[in-house]
Antibody, heavy 118, light 108 residues
């Protein structure tokens, strides 16, 4: 069974750093792109970027380029999303999802809620 | 940048047909996909490659695409179909992945 399991909710202060994770299982982790999607409170889905764990090829949405870093450790089948300096506007639910071959975003993580508040 | 535009809301009575549109300039060349997101849950794929239905998705969900517009149809909508629905596609280069603006479907 394909599963993506994300790390737990985080509460941080502005200016702090953060790295959240997404662990894949039940499939060949290095053979599928993994993407990150932001959903701000009460708002829609926003594609942030994707990574191919096989060779760490990474693509970013222009809206998120330079704002976050996407990485992966294929040895432990885990993808990451990180911030070096959080802002209040980073408060959102963040989902990871697998980019299937015929069916993009065919499996999703349960989401990680990030709250940034002073 | 590239945008996919959806109506903010659609409201139908149980048993009626709900239609949700998604407009984008690259849709004549790129497939549209549709996701259902119920409150507090992760999205679920309900239509892929314009009109195909994944296993486990009820037959009342169907999709079509013509020109710059894709359409998700819920025939005989049920109360449990109340959710936000998002289309998804890429720009013509295939490098920019975009979700539509989202449509809240109310069945009452």
């Amino acid at each position: 069974e394909v599963q993506l399991v994300q790390s737990g909710a985080e509460v941080k202060k502005p200016g702090e750093s953060l790295k959240i994770s997404c662990k894949g299982s039940g499939y060949s982790f290095t053979s599928y792109w993994i993407g990150w999607v932001r959903q701000m409170p009460g708002k829609g889905l926003e594609w942030m970027g994707i990574i191919y764990p096989g060779d760490s090829d990474t693509r970013y949405s222009p809206s998120f380029q330079g704002q976050v870093t996407i990485s992966a450790d294929k040895s432990i089948s885990t993808a990451y999303l990180q911030w070096s300096s959080l802002k209040a506007s980073d408060t959102a639910m963040y989902y990871c999802a697998r980019l299937g071959l015929e069916r993009p975003w065919d499996y999703w993580g349960q989401g990680t809620l990030v709250t940034v508040s002073s | 940048s590239y945008e996919l535009t959806q109506p903010p809301s659609v409201s139908v009575s149980p048993g009626q047909t709900a239609r949700i549109t998604c407009s984008g300039d690259a849709l004549p060349k790129k497939y549209a996909y549709w996701y259902q997101q119920k409150s507090g849950q992760a999205p679920v794929l309900v239509i892929y490659e314009d009109s195909k239905r994944p296993s486990g998705i009820p037959e009342r969900f169907s999709g079509s695409s013509s020109g710059t517009m894709a359409t998700l149809t819920i025939s005989g909508a049920q109360v449990e179909d109340e959710a936000d629905y998002y289309c998804y596609s890429t720009d013509s280069s295939g490098n920019l992945h975009v979700f539509g603006t989202g449509t809240k479907v109310t069945v009452l």
